[in-house]
């Protein structure tokens, strides 16, 4: 069976890899032949061989698959889906934005033309599932982001030590000068804390997070954007794993931490309260609360007993989003 896939593929300009990276050769283990669209950094030409693709495979293809953002990707989204319609090729929206609840307050219609005339809208957590769901669409089925949990070296941390990790894009959604706010509140208590924040700028909020680093004389390790092989051997050196986000879905790095051994902590937005239970796989604290945050690393770091188990808790609970298990649910998808 052949497949097109269509998304955001940048990583060999320097940004984080998507789920277009991954799914994409891991479906192709299943046998399927998938091509993908696209890897322009130009949003306008990605968007033209995004649709120069469904041109040259509309007879081909047995399904179009569209990694869906709520962003200004989302009209990439609502462009492709409309060409599938008119060439009657199944599609499938798989939901990423942690920001799509309000893009079908704020634009029901086009929302509408997009999802409900969707093969099936592919939700990555029942937090998704269920906003789509509330708002009407019937064709929506959960399939978790995976990982392969055998890549992933597992370090039990018997004592946790100030040592943060943050992994993700330099944007204002994801928040990443909280980070910097964190790391001021825990240098009183631990003046050898130290905070690793590995990623690229998409908007501007790197130069803007080093800014208030210097301002605030705080020392942070900026390492730009990283292979993920080499961020997850960085992960050894570390201990805590924290997201800082305003608004998120199901973050893979989270996931990635988590097999890894490092304790989250996640502020509670979005689909995270439906990824991570507090308390028991991670430590959730509200949006933009430095001093909940750096209050929870404190606990952690004081509280062995508590953060050992969170560790084994974390491991025991991403085994269950290894490919070999979500894989199946792919195949049952596409028969």
């Known amino acids: 069976m052949k497949l097109l896939y269509l998304g955001n593929q940048l990583s060999k300009h320097g940004f984080n890899k998507t789920t277009i990276d991954t799914l994409s050769e891991q479906l192709r283990t299943l046998g399927f032949t998938v091509y993908c669209a696209s890897d322009k950094r130009n949003a306008v030409l990605r968007l033209f061989r995004m649709v120069l693709a469904i041109f040259k495979y509309r007879n081909t293809v047995s399904y179009l698959i569209i990694d869906t953002y709520s962003t ?89 030590a100030p040592k943060l990790l943050w992994v993700r894009a330099f944007a204002s959604i994801y928040n990443p000068e909280m980070a910097v706010e964190v790391m001021v509140l825990l240098k009183q208590k631990y003046p050898d804390a130290m905070l690793t924040m590995v990623g690229p700028d998409k908007d501007g909020s790197l130069q803007k997070t080093k800014d208030l680093a210097n301002r605030l004389g705080v020392s942070i390790s900026f390492t730009g954007q990283l292979e993920k092989e080499v961020w997850w051997e960085l992960a050894q050196e570390h201990d805590i794993f924290i997201n800082t986000s305003h608004f998120d879905n199901t973050p893979v790095s ?76 792919w195949k049952v998808l596409f028969k």
């Open 72 to 160: 200004s990707a989302f009209w990439y989204a609502f462009i492709c889906s409309q060409l599938a319609r008119f060439f009657k090729i199944r599609y499938l929206p798989i939901l990423h934005g942690g920001n799509l609840p309000n893009r079908l307050k704020n634009n029901p219609r086009i929302s509408k033309m997009i999802f409900d005339n969707a093969y099936q809208n592919v939700a990555p957590s029942n937090y998704l599932k269920s906003i789509f769901e509330s708002e009407g669409f019937k064709n929506v089925i959960l399939i978790p982001n995976s990982i392969e949990i055998k890549k992933y070296v597992y370090k039990e941390r018997a004592q946790l």
């Open 254 to 329: 989270i996931m990635e931490a988590m097999a890894m051994g490092l304790v989250v902590v996640s502020t509670s937005v979005g689909g995270i309260p439906f990824l991570l239970t507090h308390q028991k796989n991670a430590f959730l604290v509200d949006d933009g609360n430095s001093v909940q945050m750096a209050e929870a690393i404190d606990f952690l770091i004081t509280h062995g007993e508590v953060a050992k188990k969170n560790q084994k808790s974390a491991r025991e609970f991403v085994s269950q989003m290894d490919w070999d298990k979500i894989k199946e649910k």
